[in-house]
């Protein structure tokens, strides 16, 4: 039986979708708080929560592997490898971002996920470890993309020291699924990024070849950066506090090479290439405020 945890989510949604395209889903289990909203799924639902252990402990009965779809909290995840420990789990899948455990990494992100890669590499249980990189559905949200359609100019804060491989959370999930299906990653850290490292001059390339419009790269400063990050974001991100000022510190990131590094893991485990950015952009125009 294989166990996938956050089923109601993105992620985990996608990981069960690929998953059921390659093992029967007589096989499969879908593990959530709200059971209802995964019943199109098509496969068995268990309903469980983070914050009790014990209902953890009974959806993960019977696993042979479970995939732990990390939700940004360590005392949660700790219940999550302690439940796989009880119910005698065969393996943890947990997924994590990109260089998590490099020293020094200044992601916000990354302390919880290091820290719960330590706990799971202590806990005794064959794990693997997914260090997604960046999704390429974060471009649409971090940078003027619809702005820059229309007036043929991307204006950004980062140059061509930028580089990001950039990976669709289809991708990532289609990893996730293999791992799950196949097995045999126990112990490996596995880094899943896009096929090639995109800067935001190369954004504005990815961009006009996937609409057919002219669309040039231009720089600006810092704070025309924050005022546009501010008009695109929706209402309920921006009253997460820092949210902001955590948007502008993932482009600083970007700018200090944090993100620069492109695995080949999609193509060597799916067996196909990993989407590029300009093949997302074009699958899916409505991300750019156009209908197809």
Sequence with gaps: MLVVTGASGNHGRLAIRHLRDRVDAARIVAVTRDPAAVADLGVAVRQADFEDRESVVRAFDGAERVLIVSVNSVPAHINAIKAAIKADVGSVVYTSILRAGDPGNPNGL????????????????????????????????????????????????????????????????????VVMADGGYEGQYLNVTGPEPVNHPGIAEALAAATGKSVRYERCGDDEARQSLISRLPPEVLAVPHAVEAGLRVTQHMRDGWFDLTTRTVERLTGRPATTLTEFLAADRSLLGESV
């Design 110 to 177: 990354v302390p919880d996920h290091r820290d719960t890669e330590q706990i799971l590499a202590a806990a005794g249980i064959p794990f693997t470890v997914l260090r997604y990189g960046m999704w390429s559905e974060m471009v649409p949200l971090m940078l003027p993309l619809r702005a820059a359609l229309e007036s043929g100019v991307l204006r950004t804060n980062a140059g061509a020291e930028s580089y990001v491989s950039y990976v669709t959370r289809s991708d990532c999930a289609a990893v996730g699924a």
